[in-house]
């Protein structure tokens, strides 16, 4: 991946969304996921720029960046439940609590 500015920048630019530290947090939220993949042996899947930006884009319909990161990054991640399980745990809670 590269640098979390130039996600940003890229992402940003691609998709027309304006809110920085939004996609600040998704950003690290992404890089997370990418080192626990790597780290835990999970390669099923992608966690990478276009999941990224596909991510930006539903959050911009959505408002939800939790609920949006379910249907785009984290299914885009793995296909295994309890990896996408461990994924939601250690990487997307700590920066977004679940909306009820």
Not at 31 to 41: A, H, P, T
Not at 68 to 85: C, E, G, M, Q, V
């Amino acid at each position: 991946l590269p640098s979390p500015e130039i996600m940003a920048q890229r992402a940003m630019s691609v998709t027309g969304c304006e809110d920085d530290y939004m996609v600040s947090q998704m950003v690290r939220v992404v890089n997370d996921m990418s080192d626990f993949c790597r780290k835990n042996s999970i390669s099923d899947g992608s966690c990478g720029m276009r999941e990224f930006k596909s991510w930006v884009l539903s959050t911009m319909v959505t408002n939800d960046p939790y609920e949006s990161a379910l249907s785009t990054i984290i299914s885009s991640a793995s296909a295994d439940p309890d990896n996408r399980a461990e994924l939601i745990s250690a990487c997307l809670e700590p920066q977004y609590s679940k909306t009820i």
